[in-house]
């Protein structure tokens, strides 16, 4: 062992007491930063779950829309499947999925007498895994299956409505006839909406009306039978966000070559024939773009913003979001603020940290003075001297580092164990939960190994600078 | 006094100046002097005569101002600052007034401790510091804590690690000055021993004029002048002394009385 450690050593059993709570503070610091980095990253997976089923990691759109239509556009982007390609070629890490969205309204109870909005995201099983992952959140019913009614092969009820600012006047009449005989568009739907309304439940049959402004303001009414329940961890979003297999909308909005021609319903008006139509799966609203699993989630905002960036200049004439845009849209910045203040109050605490390290510090090198002058008189060299006082700072960084990891897993295993919930809307619950990623046990490691030694060497630096002559004198003079 | 050979220390015209307050202050003024192996020499004068300083001088504490010190031969000045550490670590042995052991490590640790410094064989250098220990008649406390040992033990383990790495050169500043009479002698004693059983060099500072006569040479400074030297002017420690005048006779009468 080199002189330096075991003088370190010595210094540190020395200072124990003193040392012990700098440590104890600084580990409970790390323990904190850690459990709320957890919980941020824990509660941030739900919301990205959730959120990204709409954003994915950054959705183009066409040049005209704005971000609120990321819900459901009405606007047709143009050439979707030519842009998706382009950006796969030129960001190779990338993918793209063409996604069809609605926005649209539904009976409650008795017809006509309530109706709740909804946002229809319509996927494709086969992207699902990678973009939503919706599959795995069902918790009543199923996904969609190969014998599902995917596409009805027939017209959906339009109505066109005449002029600007004026609504639908319809009733259900003969249209609904027919659209009561014709099979449904099976479709999952958000637990808590279930939840809220009885009338809402797998196996249970609604009327959507689906605004379709793309079609020269009009809009289009099927039925659809829910298949599933999905949670995703965020019961609003479940209320709002409902899923069609992406090849209904399609049907639904007219996105491929339409063969048939338009007939007319007695007393309801008259519709465009779909039937036959082929699918162009081309044809969407909205391209979503999914790029590689950051390395950390330790700064979601920059990353959402990074991606955001690249696809931007592949496509500078279209509109791009970031998940982050649609973030601070349906929620304001309050996760940047978190995020801010979790950093804030961890800096603001290591600093504090730091400074009675060097504080302590400073003073043993007051007191040991004249032993730092013997030591130099004996042949110790500057750096001897500095790396006796920096492995101090090594030493309780480690220490602090280890302690502060330990210590939040055991009460993240504590917190799981245990199960905490807390209650949420429409009676649902909100699970705590942690995840933790090896990024942030690296920085819980290393910060405060950084702020030890980093602390540690400017006292460090002034007892290796100190003369011998003048560290035997200034010794003696304390005495 | 074996001239013949090369001198262990020689200071030529060494002076050395501080700067207190815009003050320029002379703490040593051209001293030159040559000191041989095996000399066991004492330097003596009034308070602030420049006794420390040239202590400090030929220890490589400090540098002078102007003037060549050489150790063992070597001139001092064209070493570099990194490398003065190490020379001083291999040539110089070092006792201090207040011991300046450190005070969480045991006796054995302490007088290993210039040698772990100089990176030296472990199991050797324990051999080496028990047989040190056992010389300056410490041996019984080796596993004691410095901070445990009294005053004067305290100083037997300075001793003991003074001379670790075989130094050429043993510089003592107020060895006895933080003892009592009694311990003093027996500090002075074993310092005269490991001389002669050694045939180290010592050079030890006194302002205690009954210490000082231990010294075989004496050398007396005043206003940072050496104005006296047993060695050269070929006179006794008396004589050297009467070149301080009335005040340090006086003071040395009182002493007596």
């Known amino acids: ?479 | 006094m074996p001239k013949a050979s090369k001198p262990i220390v020689k200071l030529e015209c060494v002076s050395k100046k501080y700067n207190e307050y815009g003050v320029e202050v002379k703490a040593l003024d051209a001293a030159s002097l040559e000191i041989y192996s095996g000399e066991f020499v004492s330097i003596i004068g009034p308070s602030g005569c420049g006794k420390s300083t040239l202590l400090h001088c030929m220890g490589l504490l400090d540098r002078p101002s102007s003037g060549v010190v050489y150790i063992d031969g070597k001139d001092t000045s064209k070493i570099s600052g990194l490398e003065i550490a190490l020379f001083r670590g291999e040539k110089l042995g070092f006792v201090f007034q207040n011991y300046n052991l450190i005070p969480r490590l045991t006796v054995l640790e302490n007088v290993m401790l210039p040698g772990w410094i100089m990176e030296k064989d472990a199991l050797q250098l324990e051999k080496k510091a028990h047989g040190l220990l056992k010389e300056v008649g410490i041996a019984h406390r080796t596993d004691h804590k410095g901070i445990h040992l009294s005053g004067g033990e305290q100083q037997k383990v300075a001793i003991a690690r003074a001379l670790i790495n075989d130094p050429v050169l043993v510089l003592a500043d107020e060895p006895t000055g933080a003892l009592d009479s009694e311990n003093s002698r027996e500090i002075m004693k074993l310092l005269v021993k490991m001389n002669e059983k050694r045939k180290s060099t010592f050079v030890f500072v006194s302002h205690d004029m009954d210490i000082a006569r231990y010294g075989r040479r004496t050398i007396v400074l005043k206003d940072g002048k050496i104005i006296g030297d047993t060695a050269k002017n070929h006179v006794g420690f008396d004589g050297a002394l009467k070149k301080l005048g009335r005040n340090a006779n006086n003071k040395q009468r009182r002493k007596q009385q």
């Open chain 1, 1 to 479: 062992m080199s002189v330096s450690r075991r003088l370190a050593w010595g210094e540190l059993k020395e200072h124990k007491r003193i040392y012990t709570v700098i440590v104890i503070v600084i580990a409970l610091t790390m323990t904190s930063f850690m459990l709320e980095n957890a919980y941020l990253n824990y509660m941030m997976q739900v919301v990205d779950d959730t959120t990204k089923v709409i954003t994915s990691d950054a959705v183009i759109t066409d040049g005209s829309c704005n971000i609120r239509d990321l819900y459901g556009t009405e606007k047709e982007l143009k050439d979707a499947g030519n842009i998706a390609k382009k950006i796969e070629r030129e960001l190779p890490d990338y993918e793209t999925t063409i996604r069809v969205t609605a926005q649209g309204t539904y009976g409650l109870g008795t017809a006509g007498e309530a109706v709740d909005a909804c946002t229809i995201q319509g996927i494709d099983p086969s992207d699902d895994a990678k973009i939503s992952g919706i599959k795995d959140k069902i918790v009543e019913g199923r996904f969609f299956n190969s014998g599902d009614h995917i596409l009805r092969g027939h017209t959906p009820l339009y109505i066109k409505i005449e002029g600007p600012g004026s609504l639908p006047d319809f009733t259900y009449g003969s249209g609904q006839r027919l659209m009561q005989e014709e099979e449904p568009y099976p479709i999952i739907v958000g637990a808590t909406v279930a939840k809220i309304h009885p009338s809402v439940g797998v196996g249970k049959t609604l009327f959507l009306t689906l605004g379709m402004s793309g079609r020269e303001t009009s809009y289009a009414v099927v039925t659809v039978k829910v298949v599933g329940l999905y949670e995703s961890g965020t019961p609003t979003l479940d209320a709002l966000m409902w899923f069609m297999h992406a090849d209904s909308l399609r049907e639904i909005k007219g996105y491929g070559t339409i063969t048939g021609k338009d007939w007319t319903v007695p007393g309801v008006g008259t519709f465009r024939g779909f039937n036959p139509i082929t699918i162009d799966k081309n044809r969407g609203d909205v391209i979503l773009v999914k790029a590689p699993e950051p390395l950390t989630r330790l700064d979601p905002v920059g990353y959402s913003e990074a991606v955001k960036e690249s696809v931007k200049d592949i496509v500078p004439d279209l509109n791009v979001f970031s998940w982050h845009d649609f973030l601070v849209y349906i929620a304001g910045s309050m996760q940047d603020v978190v995020t801010i203040m979790l950093w804030g109050s961890i800096a603001v605490t290591l600093f504090l940290c730091g400074a009675a390290i060097k504080y302590v510090m400073d003073s043993i090198i007051l007191r040991k003075t004249r032993e730092i002058g013997a030591l130099k008189a004996f042949g110790a060299r500057d750096r001897v001297i500095f790396k006796i006082f920096l492995y101090q700072g090594l030493v309780l960084g480690v220490i602090a580092g280890l302690v502060g990891i330990i210590l939040s897993i055991i009460v993240m295993n504590l917190v799981n164990w245990y199960g905490f919930n807390v209650q949420f809307i429409a009676g649902t619950q909100l699970k705590i939960g942690f995840i933790i990623n090896w990024l942030t046990i690296l920085v819980a490691m290393l910060l405060p190994i950084i702020l030890s030694v980093l602390a540690a060497a400017f006292p460090a630096k002034k007892a290796a600078k100190l003369s011998p002559v003048e560290a035997l004198r200034k010794g003696e003079l304390s005495l």
